[in-house]
């Protein structure tokens, strides 16, 4: 055999497999993705399962108002057709603090049964696979609407093939006002385990590992709702020790450039990686269903990303 030929031989050869990556069958990992920020090219579609796009807002007569930069929720359906990632419309919202309309509506049948029909002839007209209910919170003289809105929402969806997901408070605080027949209905709940004691108590990290711990000992002990239908949430961003203030994770880690490392820089208290892979591991993918993130585009870019840190904690090959 000639030089040649051998090296003819060695240049042909078929190249090594790539492995491709996955996040776990039974892990959600869900991103919120606000209307006011963000471009959905940026978005590693790969390493999430779900994409909530926030936020809808629905007047008390039951009728949606126009959704906010509404191209971009299309971009985001175009880009995840035929990848399995599902997009949900996030319905609510914090909306400082006016929850009236969804109160309208929840206490009044027909209000309720138009809201229904809206929502379910939004998903449609948009291309979407369920909602996120994102009632920030119900309360006392709520409570019982909040759990026949869910209800008839959760009836509604499932019989389009949809799925309903809430967004719920960390503990019993505002948790209580979650009625059971309410989480029963849903398909899942997104657990909101930051801003603690935010607005109350300077000098408190508004998402400890301690904070997280004990809003999953809430709602899986306490509320004895199953593993399967619980994700927890964790953020992207900081709070300020002091005035509780918020800044981007990505704006702290390009500030300070040992930010990575900690969990407090410049004053602002975060989930630098290390406490967010004990979140993952400790927590998350041992007595959850998954992982929720308040918000992507708050995200670090290149090899600082929080997302690609969780993705690589759950990650599996395709088999």
Request: proline share 5%.
């Amino acid at each position: 055999m000639t030089l040649l030929t051998c090296l003819s031989c060695a240049t042909s050869r078929a190249p090594e497999p790539t492995t491709i990556w996955q996040v776990p069958s039974d892990f959600r990992i869900v991103g919120y993705f606000p209307s006011w920020s963000g471009d959905p090219l940026s978005i590693r579609y790969e390493a999430l399962t779900h994409i909530n796009y926030a936020f809808a807002l629905v007047d008390a007569t039951g009728v949606y108002r126009p959704i906010d930069n509404l191209e971009k929720l299309k971009t985001i359906v175009r880009r995840v057709r035929g990848t399995g990632v599902k997009v949900l419309l996030s319905v609510g919202g914090w909306n400082d603090g006016d929850t009236s309309a969804l109160g309208t509506i929840s206490s009044d049948p027909q209000l309720t049964e138009r809201f229904v029909g809206e929502t379910l002839d939004l998903m449609a007209n948009l291309h979407l696979d369920g909602v996120d209910l994102d009632w920030e919170y119900p309360n006392d003289a709520t409570a019982a609407g909040y759990e026949t809105l869910v209800q008839a929402l959760a009836f509604g969806l499932h019989t389009r093939g949809a799925s309903l997901s809430l967004a719920v408070s960390a503990n019993d605080g505002n948790g209580r006002f979650v009625r059971d027949g309410a989480w029963r209905a849903a398909d899942w709940i997104n657990i909101m385990a930051y801003d603690d004691g935010w607005g109350q108590r300077a000098g408190v990290p508004h998402s400890s590992y301690a904070f997280t711990r004990a809003a999953l000992d809430y709602w899986l002990d306490d509320r004895s709702v199953p593993r399967g239908k619980v994700v927890l949430g964790v953020p992207f961003y900081g709070r300020s020790l002091v005035d509780r203030h918020a800044r981007t994770y990505r704006s702290l880690v390009e500030q300070y450039p040992r930010a990575q490392a900690a969990d407090v820089a410049g004053g602002y208290a975060y989930n630098g990686p290390d406490t967010l892979r004990a979140k993952i591991v400790n927590q998350a993918r041992v007595r959850a269903g998954g992982v929720m993130i308040w918000q992507l585009n708050q995200d670090a870019r290149g090899p600082r990303s929080l997302l690609s840190l969780i993705f690589d904690t759950v990650k599996e090959p395709v088999e």
